[in-house]
């Protein structure tokens, strides 16, 4: 990389830093918009006792499945663990911590560690498991729970659609999820693009994360799988 420029040409750059124990968040739900080679790779590496931050984690054999398999994350951080049996078997058997968090928490979270924020009340998870051991507060006779953000990711993987050499982002419709807010909440944000343009190809009016967040853009090719196929007979 040089100057302003972003992109790097191999996965060995775009995750060069990466080590055991670190804290990843990682875009996508489900199988929708997920930085598919980026997280082959960390696969690839080997490293271990990784804290996952995502929606969730994927399916057996493929995305944050890959590093289930591998028994790389000690704790995984997330919403919704129904379509990975491998998942359900490291938790009931203590191989891994999981820490389940309501979805629109788990992105508030997400979005007040990008935007400098250290907290927020909720009145989601109040009177429930969720709330236990954290402050509670009465705003206009209603409770709330105090939510605190997630420290910066070590590594923050992201999967866009279009990425101009300087990091300016577009996602693709819904598989911009969770990908644009945890592009703001790396120390490293990789980004994993189907196409890079040049600087000042992008209209600056259609740009929805600013390359100022992100440090290593590089282009993927993605199997794009369906997680759920439903016809009509």
Do not use: H
């Amino acid at each position: 990389m040089k100057g302003l420029n972003k992109v790097v040409n191999t996965y060995e750059e775009a995750l060069e830093g990466l080590a055991n124990d670190q804290l990843l968040m990682v875009g996508g739900f489900g199988l929708c918009g997920i930085p598919e080679g980026l997280i082959d790779k960390v696969a690839d590496s080997g490293v271990t006792g990784l804290t996952c931050i995502s929606n969730n984690a994927g399916v057996d054999g493929f995305g944050l499945g890959k590093l289930l398999e591998k028994r790389q994350i000690k704790t995984m951080i997330g919403s919704y663990v129904g379509e990975n049996k491998l998942f359900e078997e490291l938790f009931l058997s203590g191989q891994m911590e999981v820490i389940l968090t309501p979805q629109g928490t788990l992105a508030e979270k997400i979005r007040a560690t990008g935007a400098g924020i250290p907290g927020f009340y909720t009145a989601t998870g109040y009177g429930t498991q969720v709330a236990e051991g954290k402050e509670t507060k009465e705003f206009n006779g209603r409770m709330y729970v105090l939510e605190e953000a997630y420290p910066k990711a070590d590594f923050a993987l992201v999967k866009a659609w279009k990425a101009d050499t300087q990091g300016n982002l577009i996602f693709r419709k819904t598989a911009r999820n969770f990908n644009s807010m945890i592009a703001t909440a790396g120390k490293i944000t990789v980004v994993e693009v189907e196409e890079i343009v040049e600087a000042g190809e992008l209209d600056p009016n259609e740009i929805q994360v600013p390359g100022i967040y992100v440090n290593r853009v590089i282009k993927g090719k993605f199997e794009k799988r369906i997680e759920q196929r439903t016809v009509k007979q």
